[in-house]
């Protein structure tokens, strides 16, 4: 099966600017994640969908952040406007039902300066 | 406390010895953990599962699991340079078992 698929794989932005990630999940699976990692960090989720109705959102900047999952596939992750300390990887997973663990996209690597 | 905490090593491991990662989890994660392997510049991949007590082994690697003590550990037996990596512990919160909260991540070196 194609696996997580997420684009772009690097970006980089001036700080205050705006910034799109695009996620596609493995056909199926109803469940999809953004995760942020810091370099030297473990991943922190940031926002969970079922479908495309939010489950947790509880740790997402929402002043700046914001995300969507239209017709339950795809999701985009849009940060607005960006900081210097949002510099990170976006990881999206994707799982059926998310407690047998889930798999994640190749990532996009965000460098704001 | 955080709900998954690791040593962030390095560990360093001779060629052929076993490693032995560890990890501690809090009150507010419940018995679902995951192992997660994470080459420099990769995204993280999930290597081992364990949702009971004891062990549970998949070819060189084995999940330990101890509920009493709030533990889980990963041994790799007859390490590989190619076993070099970040390695994620990973649990789900009692509160959503969908959800799965990261350790920090230790990581492995294996020297020939």
């Known amino acids: ?113 | 406390q955080k709900e998954v905490e690791q040593n962030s090593g390095p560990l360093s491991v001779p060629e052929g010895a076993i490693a032995s990662l560890n990890c501690t989890y809090s009150d507010r994660v419940s018995q679902s953990f995951f192992w997660y392997r994470q080459y420099s510049g990769k995204s993280p991949e999930l290597i081992m599962s364990i949702y009971s007590n004891g062990d549970k082994e998949d070819g060189r690697f084995t999940a330990q699991l101890n509920k009493a003590s709030q533990y889980v550990s990963l041994l790799i037996r007859d390490s590989q340079p190619s076993d070099s990596a970040t390695y994620l512990c990973a649990g789900a919160m009692r509160s959503s078992a969908s959800k799965i909260i990261f350790g920090s991540g230790t990581r492995l070196s294996i020297r020939p």
Request: with cysteine; proline share 4%; glycine share 8%.
């Open chain 1, 1 to 113: 099966e194609a696996g997580v698929a997420q684009s772009p794989r690097y970006k980089i932005i001036e700080k205050r600017q705006s910034v799109a990630f695009w996620c596609n999940p493995i056909s199926g699976h109803a469940t999809l994640y953004w995760y942020q990692q810091i370099l030297g960090q473990g991943p922190k989720l940031l926002i969970q969908f079922q479908n495309n109705g939010v489950v947790d959102d509880s740790q997402l900047p929402k002043d700046r952040f914001s995300a969507e999952r239209l017709k339950g596939v795809d999701s985009t992750l849009k940060i607005q406007p960006a900081k210097l300390e949002d510099s990170a990887v976006y990881l999206c997973a994707s799982s059926n039902t998310g407690i047998y663990g889930y798999t994640f996209g190749s990532g996009t690597r965000l460098t704001v300066v």
